[in-house]
């Protein structure tokens, strides 16, 4: 495996999915922001090629397709240590589990309900605050909800877990934001 990104988003570099740093089936596209799975594979991950360790940062995800079976697309903050071909660790990650009645999973819960529904063309703002350890996710018009990521370990990185049929779409800030950031959060880069 080639070794993770850690940059801070250095000038003329922007975020994306990072081909090097994903499962075998995860499929990348569009200037690799879009990331699915195959037809025939049940979970499939990857991580962003910048992990954030201080400060506070906006991302968006656009759930493009979602699998009408059982399995959803995920997304959320994982840490370095998270394994992109095994299941969810609720030590290494705070996802979004995009199922009927969207939940988030982390470390210090199992299932806490999102008051929205999450269906193709949902878009999901994706904010961390790396210094005080918390991110919160925002349905689009939706409220923000805000979790601790406080046994988690520097540096964050965004991460999708696609099941098949699936995509998302990632806005790490080099198109307009759907949802306007929290004051004092910059775009993730």
């Known amino acids: 495996m080639i070794p993770l990104a850690t940059t801070m988003g250095r000038t003329g570099e922007r975020t994306t999915w990072n081909p090097n740093d994903k499962g075998s089936s995860c ?3 569009n200037a690799n922001l879009t990331a699915g799975a195959s037809a025939t594979d ?7 090629t910048t992990g954030k360790s201080a400060g506070k940062w906006h991302f968006e995800v656009t759930v493009n397709a979602i699998n009408t079976g059982t399995s959803r697309p ?3 903050i994982v840490t370095s240590s998270f ?5 969810l660790s609720s030590t290494q990650s705070i996802i979004v589990l995009s199922e009927n009645s969207a939940r988030v999973t982390n470390q210090a819960s199992a299932a806490t309900p999102l008051p929205d ?3 193709a063309g949902t878009v ?3 904010e961390i605050d790396a210094d005080a350890k918390t991110v919160s996710f925002q349905v689009q018009g939706g409220t923000r909800q805000t979790y601790s990521i406080s046994a988690l370990s520097a540096p964050f990185y965004a991460a999708t877990i696609n099941a098949s049929d699936s995509t998302i779409t990632a ?5 307009p934001f759907a949802i306007t950031p929290t004051s004092g959060f ?3 880069g």
Do not use: K
């Open 124 to 126: 999901i703002a994706v």
């Open 186 to 188: 910059a775009p993730w």
């Open 83 to 87: 394994n992109i071909s095994g299941p």
């Open 27 to 29: 499929v990348l596209s």
């Open 117 to 119: 529904n999450i269906t």
């Open 171 to 175: 806005n790490f800030g080099a198109s």
């Open 42 to 48: 049940n979970l499939s991950s990857v991580r962003s």
């Open 74 to 76: 995920q997304f959320g």
